[in-house]
């Protein structure tokens, strides 16, 4: 399952369930989208031929994350970015969540194990996060 959650147009998650398959490569996030999301389903012997990717400078105005849920469980509770909450969701094993925009919260529900992956270089968290609640 995919779920793409919204607010006023804007992209706030991205959720890839652990149990979502379908033939091919689907890129699942729009071409202007700082963080690029794809699911690849490809069949055995495929190639994707050596590569590397060109330097080209890019501006990013804010950070993106992706969570992989390897073990456990989790609460994500999304936030517009006006600080207003407006939907949470549960993830579990083998789920993904691409954080686009606006704020989230985080709590385990079970001992978790996950991977985070966001854009570098690393600032300061005092300069890059803003806590609310």
Not at 42 to 51: E, G, L, Q, S
Request: charged share 30%; hydrophobic share 40%; net charge negative.
């Amino acid at each position: 399952m995919l779920d793409v959650i919204k607010h006023d147009n804007e992209i706030i998650a991205i959720v890839l369930r652990g149990d979502y398959s379908r033939e091919g490569v689907d890129f699942l996030t729009p071409n202007d989208l700082s963080l690029q999301l794809a699911y690849m389903n490809r069949p055995d012997r495929d190639v994707i031929p050596a590569h590397y990717h060109k330097e080209n400078k890019r501006i990013i105005m804010n950070t993106q994350e992706v969570l992989i849920i390897r073990k456990g469980k989790m609460k994500v509770d999304l936030y517009t970015p006006e600080q207003v909450h407006m939907k949470t969701i549960e993830l579990a094993s083998g789920d993904l969540i691409l954080l686009a925009s606006g704020g989230h919260r985080f709590e385990m529900l079970e001992k978790t194990e996950f991977v985070e992956v966001k854009q570098g270089p690393y600032v300061d968290k005092d300069k890059d996060k803003h806590i609310f609640e």
